[in-house]
């Protein structure tokens, strides 16, 4: 029995016995049976929301379960998980649908990928790769020096 039905069934107990709510003890008891009525009823409110709240934490839950599954799926087929390596990883856009591309090197060194979102293929050109770019200038620092000294060797 629920603590709300045992509050009634007290209740009309104290009916059946004919209790004198005009006497001190009975309105003493009068006062008590009102007051474990409330409490009776919030306490059946709390567990109302707590089981409202229990099913939104279950379908939170669900959501994130299946979030973290789509994460190490994406994980898995990058092949950072499976071959324990920690080889790097390169990115480009796909000039079609530019959606981003992430591959490795072994990709690299085929020099093509498809685009997993258009199928485009996509070609990657290493020969400008040999050097250093000149990004810091010691290249060109160096081809001005080795000119430098054809220039004197011409005089």
Known sequence: MEILEKVAYMKGLAE???LDV???E???LKVMMDILDDVA???QD???EQADLEEGLDAVSEDLADVESCLFDMEDEDGDEEDGEDGEVYQTTCPNCEEEIFFDEDILADGSVLCPNCGEELEFDLSDLSGC???CGTC?????DGEDED???DE
Request: aromatic share 0%.
């Open 26 to 28: 009975g309105k003493l």
């Open 133 to 135: 770019g000149g990004c």
């Open 151 to 153: 220039d004197e060797d």
């Open 22 to 24: 005009k006497s001190k």
């Open 41 to 43: 009823l919030e306490l």
């Open 140 to 144: 060109a620092d160096a081809e001005d």
């Open 46 to 48: 709390i567990r109302d």
């Open 16 to 18: 059946g016995i004919g």
